[in-house]
């Protein structure tokens, strides 16, 4: 049987203001954007390192998937959690949860969590595998 994934094209996530998204993603966390359209509500982001883009949008009545502001379980990559969460403040970006030690089986790695202005919320981490 072949792989049913083979890969990961892109992440999206469902956002209320597309300026306010727009203005946050690029200028706090600094992500290069690919693709602005107003009128469609959609902005399309480079992730560094990654052929995986970061797309947002405004949710649809009829579409499914999660409401904007429910969004959480995507981690990001950082060697210092800590400085990027203290940039991240410095920008003007909410923090969540300060960096935090976080043991697993095969060791202890460093998170810490930030959220855009609809609430969504990420985790910075420096693991690498």
Same mark, same amino acid.
């Given at each position: 049987?072949? *792989?049913v994934v083979t890969g990961l094209h892109s992440v999206t ?5 597309? !300026? !306010? ?5 690029? *200028? $706090? =966390?600094? =992500?290069? /954007? !690919? !693709?602005? *359209? ?5 902005? +399309?982001?480079? =992730? @560094?390192?990654?052929?995986? =883009?970061? &797309?947002?949008? +405004?949710?649809?009545?009829? /579409? #499914?998937?999660?409401?904007? #502001? &429910? +969004?959480? #379980?995507? $981690?990001?990559?950082? @060697? *210092? @959690?800590?400085?990027? $969460? ?5 920008? #003007? ?16 790695? +460093?998170?810490a969590g930030f959220a855009d202005p609809d609430g969504n919320e990420f985790l910075i981490s420096n693991r690498t595998?």
């Open positions: 049987m072949s *792989d996530i469902h956002i209320r203001d597309p !300026l !306010l998204a727009r203005s946050f993603y690029r *200028d $706090v =966390l600094r =992500l290069k /954007e !690919l !693709l602005f *359209d107003e009128r469609a509500a959609r902005i +399309v982001f480079a =992730l @560094p390192d990654s052929t995986t =883009l970061l &797309t947002m949008h +405004v949710m649809r009545p009829e /579409e #499914g998937g999660r409401e904007p #502001g &429910t +969004v959480s #379980g995507i $981690v990001f990559r950082h @060697p *210092d @959690p800590a400085a990027a $969460v203290a940039e991240i403040a410095r920008r #003007g970006g909410t923090i969540t949860m300060p960096a935090t030690p976080f043991e697993t089986s095969i060791g202890t790695f +460093v998170r595998d």
